[in-house]
């Protein structure tokens, strides 16, 4: 079964960085687009960056341009989202998604705080 298993979130303080990572099983990896979502407490779950098949075109959502780069490793089965500058507002639960066979799959989830 198609399975999503984020991992990297934690407490970081503001200008600090994390790197998350989505292990992807189940499916051809290689054959799927991958995006990060994130989800702030009383907000709706919005997307924060997407990659293509091979890599070649990543997109952002505004807030994050600049800050985040996503990528992936075909040959591990796992997407990245590198976060720098990291600023209170970045805290959120961080949700990697695939579309699989016209069905959405999502992580159970990274919870990423940024406090000082």
């Known amino acids: 079964q198609v399975q999503l298993v984020e991992s990297g979130g934690g407490l970081v303080q503001p200008g600090g960085s994390l790197r998350l990572s989505c292990a992807a099983s189940?499916?051809?990896?290689?054959?799927?687009?991958m995006n990060w979502y994130r989800q702030a407490p009383g907000n709706e779950r919005d997307l924060v960056a997407g990659?293509?098949?091979?890599?070649?075109?990543?997109n952002y959502a505004d807030s994050v341009k600049g800050q985040f780069t996503i990528s992936r490793d075909n040959a591990k089965n796992t997407v990245y989202l590198q976060m720098n500058s990291l600023k209170p507002e970045d805290t959120a639960v961080y949700y990697c998604?695939?579309?699989?066979?016209?069905?959405?799959?999502w992580g159970q989830g990274t919870q990423v705080t940024v406090s000082s």
């Open positions: 998604y695939t579309s699989y066979a016209g069905v959405p799959y």
């Open positions: 189940g499916f051809t990896f290689s054959r799927y687009p």
């Open positions: 990659i293509t098949r091979t890599g070649g075109i990543t």
